[in-house]
């Protein structure tokens, strides 16, 4: 898999999604479609750790100078993609643990979590791609405020749909 969406500037895409296998797809595509929803230009590609450590490696050391400004990278079991990714870049990474069949994704989480001092990943909780791509929003709004106040309307939304939510329960 390999798409870019969003507007289409000089500069490309701003958030580079990545994964250890297509079959994680299913899990990631709620990242994609959270930046789509704050129309943020980004990718999305397999790079898997284990079965294709080169292009792992060079898609990490290469990714600030194309442009990216955040990557989100998800994996299942031995979960190194995250880790391996954030000690060749100087961007921010987010971990997002992919559940598989066996163990519901606490091996995802442990992998990519218990990281070494001096290399963070940020990570999210198990198949959390939604939370990843809103917290790669809000890094980007931290220097962009006509996105920070998208964000703060998002977040408006989200009170009102708890506050919706509560009625009914009461009624
Ligand atoms: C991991 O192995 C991938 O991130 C995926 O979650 C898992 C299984 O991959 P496939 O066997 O489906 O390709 O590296």
Not at 19 to 29: F, I, K, L, R
Not at 88 to 96: A, C, D, H, K, S
Request: hydrophobic share 45%.
């Amino acid at each position: 898999m390999s798409s870019t969406t969003g507007p289409t500037g000089p500069t490309g895409p701003r958030v580079g999604i990545v994964m250890g296998s297509d079959s994680d797809w299913p899990t990631m595509q709620a990242a994609a479609e959270a930046l789509a929803e704050f129309d943020i230009a980004h990718e999305a590609d397999v790079v898997s750790a284990h079965r294709m450590p080169e292009e792992m490696l060079a898609y990490g050391k290469e990714a600030a100078g194309r442009g990216l400004s955040v990557i989100i990278a998800g994996a299942g079991g031995a979960a190194h993609l995250p880790g391996m990714l954030a000690s060749v870049t100087p961007l921010p990474v987010i971990g997002v643990p992919v559940p598989l069949r066996h163990l519901d994704g606490l091996d995802s989480l442990l992998s990519i979590v218990q990281m070494p001092a001096g290399v963070p990943v940020a990570t999210v909780a198990v198949g959390g791609a939604r939370n990843a791509g809103l917290l790669a929003v809000r890094i980007l709004a931290a220097t962009d405020p006509a996105l920070q106040q998208r964000m703060v309307d998002f977040q408006a939304e989200l009170k009102a749909s708890a506050h919706a939510k509560g009625e009914v329960v009461r009624r």
